[in-house]
Structures are given as structure tokens and as C-alpha cells.
């Protein structure tokens, strides 16, 4: 019994480092990202590439739809990026919340996800499947660079001695299961 207290104990430990280490991430990249601004260029580096190489801390808001994300698909689709910006922008405005969901109720991501794809395909003119494809392997991608961020976290605890290697696992268990963090973005 004594055992079960303490994975139990050291579980809640490591979700409660795990959910502060998301939260401050979030407010970080929250204050750091800059405000879209209606040039097409917005989103480049000086050196033309896409500005940071991950993806941490780079979503315009709770949509997850920054600026390169809308440089991202673009490429992916083979599309003018301005043109992406604005189809996101529209989608974004007309599928905007009036209030927020009552307690406990969350959107589907699966279908608001099926709902970017029609609406951008229909913008853009291109196949919905194409569009749909496409969306995923950019969630794919983002994903497995949040699940090693995790990894390396996690290694990081378990070698500074703050978590075993057992409880380590259990969080990439749990968060590999949904039962917390690691919601996706689109």
C-alpha cells in the first residue's frame, strides 16, 4: 500500500511540474510573440527563412494559427502565402466563439480541424484532401518536436535526480494518452 501511495504521490508531483513547466512556457512565448502585422514578408527572417527552427511559442493566440504556420501550409500546398494568411484569418473570425464553452465542454478537434480544411480548400481553390493531408503532417510534425521537448525534460528530471525514471515514464504515458497536456493546435 505504502508503495501505491508514493507513485501515486510522485505522479502528482510530476504532473504538477509538468503542467507549471507548460504554463510558464505558454506566458513565455505569449509575451514574446509579435503582433501579425498585413505584410505578406511578416513572418521571414532576415536571412528569408521562417524565423525560430521549432515550433515552441510561435502560436498567434488559441487558435494556433500564427504566421508560420501560414508560411508552412503554403509550401505544403503551393500556394501564395498571403493568400493562406487571409484564408486562416477568415476561418479564424468566422468560427470565433461568442462565449466561451460552459464547463467541462470542449470543442471537437477533429471536427473544427475537418472545418479548416473545407473552408481553406474553398478559399484557396484547392482539393479539400490535399488541404486535410496537409494539415495533418504539419500536426504530425508538431507533435513529435512536443513529444521530444518532453523527452528531453523528462531525461533532464530523471538525470538531476528530481523524478525516477518509472515516473518519468508514467508522464510520457499519460501525456501520450491525453490525460494531460499535449492537446494539439489546430
Known amino acids: 500500500m505504502e508503495r501505491n501511495k508514493k507513485m501515486t504521490l510522485g505522479l502528482s508531483a510530476a504532473a504538477l511540474a509538468l503542467a507549471a513547466g507548460i504554463g510558464v512556457a505558454g506566458m513565455a512565448s505569449a509575451t514574446t510573440t509579435p503582433t501579425p502585422t498585413p505584410s505578406a514578408s511578416a513572418g521571414a527572417s532576415a536571412d528569408g527563412g521562417a524565423g525560430a527552427p521549432d515550433r515552441m511559442g510561435r502560436h498567434g493566440g488559441r487558435s494556433g494559427h500564427g504566421l508560420e504556420e501560414a508560411s508552412e501550409l503554403a509550401a505544403k500546398l503551393g500556394v501564395d502565402e498571403a493568400k ?14 461568442s462565449t466561451p464553452p460552459a464547463e467541462g465542454q470542449k470543442p471537437d478537434p477533429a471536427e473544427r480541424q475537418a472545418a479548416l480544411a473545407k473552408s481553406l480548400a474553398a478559399s484557396l481553390g484547392i482539393d479539400e484532401s490535399k488541404v486535410t493531408a496537409a494539415l495533418q503532417e504539419l500536426r504530425g510534425e508538431e507533435q513529435a518536436e512536443h513529444a521530444a521537448a518532453l523527452k528531453t525534460r523528462l531525461d533532464k528530471a530523471v538525470a538531476d535526480g528530481k523524478l525516477t525514471q518509472a515516473e518519468a515514464d508514467a508522464v510520457t504515458k499519460a501525456v501520450q494518452n491525453g490525460v494531460i497536456g499535449g492537446g494539439g493546435r489546430w
Do not use: I, M, Q
Open 84 to 97: 493562406v494568411t487571409e484564408a486562416l484569418k477568415a476561418f479564424r473570425e468566422a468560427n470565433s466563439p
